[in-house]
């Protein structure tokens, strides 16, 4: 008896894995690959050039999702991160597409400026909380003006 019960559901498993293999009906993975790629691809660069940063942000993140290993996908979803005001996020971004390609000047580049930001606006908030006559005002003060000052000669938004 449980040798018909098992041919039973041997039998019961080919039939399924049978009709499973019916492709009629199915487009090929790489054809549908291939088009979504190129539809988000195109979506996000239109939004991205439009300053639609809303939408650019939600068709790069899906373009990391379907090709994860595309450094200039990473690259253009830190510059969106930026113009969104997420410096945290584009740092993680820019550092993405800087482990898929070490060589990514401008991903160096931009890491550099959103951190060089980042350091500016901790020393003005530190003088928001010092006395004006503590010497690490001062300091403060002498840092926020040269970084500043680097910024304003080689860099409106990131490239």
């Given at each position: 008896?449980?040798?018909?019960?098992?041919?039973?559901?041997?039998?019961?498993?080919?039939?399924?894995?049978?009709?499973?293999?019916?492709?009629?009906?199915?487009?090929?993975?790489?054809?549908?690959?291939?088009?979504?790629?190129?539809?988000?691809?195109l979506n996000a660069s239109?939004?991205?050039?439009?300053?639609?940063?809303?939408?650019?942000?939600?068709?790069?993140?899906?373009?990391?999702?379907?090709?994860?290993?595309?450094?200039?996908?990473?690259?253009?979803?830190?510059?969106?991160?930026?113009?969104?005001?997420?410096?945290?996020?584009?740092?993680?971004?820019?550092?993405?597409?800087?482990?898929?390609?070490?060589?990514?000047?401008?991903?160096?580049?931009?890491?550099?400026?959103?951190?060089?930001?980042?350091?500016?606006?901790?020393?003005?908030?530190?003088?928001?909380?010092?006395?004006?006559?503590?010497?690490?005002?001062?300091?403060?003060?002498?840092?926020?003006?040269?970084?500043?000052?680097?910024?304003?000669?080689?860099?409106?938004?990131?490239?």
């Amino acid at each position: 008896m449980k040798v018909t019960i098992m041919n039973y559901c041997v039998l019961v498993l080919l039939a399924a894995g049978l009709c499973a293999c019916n492709t009629g009906n199915v487009i090929p993975a790489q054809e549908t690959s291939l088009a979504q790629v190129s539809a988000t691809e195109l979506n996000a660069s239109q939004a991205y050039e439009k300053e639609d940063w809303v939408t650019a942000e939600r068709e790069y993140r899906k373009l990391t999702e379907i090709m994860p290993t595309s450094p200039e996908s990473w690259f253009r979803l830190g510059n969106v991160y930026v113009r969104l005001k997420r410096p945290n996020d584009a740092l993680l971004a820019y550092q993405e597409a800087l482990i898929r390609d070490p060589n990514h000047a401008k991903a160096w580049h931009n890491t550099g400026i959103v951190q060089l930001e980042q350091a500016t606006n901790t020393f003005l908030e530190m003088q928001n909380h010092l006395q004006s006559d503590d010497p690490l005002y001062q300091r403060a003060q002498q840092i926020i003006d040269s970084v500043t000052g680097l910024l304003e000669q080689d860099f409106e938004k990131p490239q």
